[in-house]
């Protein structure tokens, strides 16, 4: 049995000899295996018609070119007669029959629009909630500066991720992905390294899920029941007063501090009733309703698949509008509180640069990370050759976004009477929960992130077994244990750490340093050094940038 799956002939050859062949781009259907039947032979109602022996001989000839050499040597392919049309592609069933395929290669490609908005939506995630913090860690003249440098340091990384699996001589790469390229150039360490990097980035969004949704379903609980009662509560005693009110909730005493909040929280109500007393403790955000999520999430965690929860990813857009008007409402109503002092903290300003900047290149890593599926995401554009053009639109809408809301919550953000360092990691925070706009706010952001959770975790378990097991669904019990250790992770830190600014910061740098930094500028040298085109400002370049990932990591432990 196995000599039926050896080639029958060597493919050491040389590469000149198909170079004159033809664009590769008619072979990238060819790996399907496909063949013709003609439409009266396609099985629709009847479920007993059979394939015409035209079919079967043509599959036959398919078959017997792809045993003639390995299936990542294109010397012995099988030529464009015997190939079918992408639009006369059939599945062939061992039982005879044959399923039009819906839609071909062609019909399913995407527009560049579709392409940019598609990378928008993917970029856009909780990292959004924390930008004007990590602008207020910064300073606001050097946090808008570090923003936009950081943005083209990512694209430029992102656009090396992308180029890579083009630049390895003599392999077919039409259906590899950033960690296959790091296992051929760094064999299994490069393999094992990219999937645990990948896990951190998104086990950390995980984590920050779970604190984000704790926060959400807590306020909005909080929201319903004062509504249904009639209970008037002050948040905080830390606020401005009027109907578009700002809260400080967790003020910090040292203005200079590297922490905005406390783990140890205290609900104030203006009610002291037994009723309410009861609800507070049955609602609390870091004693219980971490908890009450396991309920709900864990179940939906261990679903075979997360097909379902994949048709409400629209709801991520339309999360992020929702956003950015209730963004640009708040600044309109509150207008724009800025006083620039340069080096020096005032009582109620911080100021334009801050030795805090590493905390802003931390969330900001993540923000623009979009490295581990760039791949993916371009290969449904329609228009290849404009993939980078593409990929820098994204890019720049995505720095536009993040600016407009970083910059319009900091300089709207009343100081006085309240001090900027009150912005909290969600800027959602610094509002109080009876606060209609954005209750609606964080609603949609609770169910899209109660459907967006399930993924991630399918995502997790996808990649974690398939490496470790060779299965994506070994067991019942294997994927469970695997989800208890992630959903243990999400409610510890909801817990005893819930900052998420932090938690971005930290998952953001650590990913950020191997699959941004460190292997996309290794990669690049390496390829360019065996095509003998390395020169020394290149190498200077990319060496820079592998110490700009060490130091960004580095430098989130010392803020």
Known sequence: MEDDCKPLLNSEQPVESYSHRGSTDSLDFKAKRPFH???????????????????????????????????????????????????????????????????????????????????????????????????????FTLGILILIFTGLLMLYCCYVVLKSPKAIPYVDTSDWEFPDVCRYYFGKFGQWSSLFFSMVSLIGAMVVYWVLMSNFLFNTGQFI?????????????????????????????????????????LDNSGNDTSDVGSFEHWWSKTNTIPFYLII???????????????????????????????????????????????????????????????????????????????ITLMKSNK????????????????????????????????????????????????????????????????????????????????????QIFGNHYPSFFHVLALNILIVGAGVLMAKFYPNIGSIIRFSGATCGLALVFVFPALVHMISLRRQGLLRWPSALFHICLILLGIANLLGQFFM
């Open 37 to 139: 039947v003609e439409p009266k032979n396609i099985v629709e109602d009847d479920p007993q018609e059979r394939v015409s022996a035209e079919a079967a001989i043509l599959n036959s000839r398919v078959h017997y070119y792809s045993r003639l050499t390995g299936s990542s040597d294109r010397l012995l392919s099988p030529p464009n007669h015997v190939i079918p049309r992408p639009e006369e592609i059939y599945i062939y069933s061992p039982l005879g029959t044959a399923f039009k395929v819906t839609g071909s290669d062609q019909s399913s490609k995407n527009p560049s629009i579709i392409t940019i908005f598609a990378i928008w939506n993917t970029m856009m995630g909780t990292s959004i909630l924390s930008i004007p913090w990590g602008i207020k860690q910064a300073g």
């Open 383 to 466: 228009h290849q050759e404009n993939n980078v053009r593409d990929l820098s639109v994204a890019y720049l809408l995505v720095g536009l976004t993040y600016l407009y809301v970083g910059v319009l919550i900091f300089a709207a953000f009343p100081a006085p009477p309240l001090f900027k360092d009150c912005i909290e990691p969600n800027f959602l925070d610094n509002f109080p929960s009876s606060d209609v706009m954005v209750f609606v706010a964080r609603t949609f952001l609770l169910f899209q992130m109660i459907t967006v959770y399930p993924l991630l975790g399918y995502l997790v378990r996808v990649q974690m077994m398939g």
């Open 225 to 265: 029941h004062n509504y249904a009662y009639n209970v008037n509560m002050s948040d905080s005693e830390f606020g401005t007063n009027g109907s578009d009110r700002v809260i400080c909730p967790y003020p910090n005493t040292d203005p200079g501090g590297n922490f905005t909040i406390s783990t140890h929280y």
């Open 296 to 374: 709900l999430l864990l179940p939906l965690l261990c679903f075979h698949s997360a097909s379902f929860f994949a048709r409400f990813t629209f709801l991520g857009t339309i999360s992020v509008i929702y956003l950015i008007a209730l963004v640009t409402v708040k600044a309109v109503h509150l207008g724009f509180h800025l006083e620039f002092h340069w080096f020096d903290t005032t009582q109620f300003y911080v100021p334009e640069f801050r030795l805090l900047f590493p905390q802003l290149t931390g969330v900001l890593t993540l923000a623009f990370f979009i490295h581990n599926c760039i």
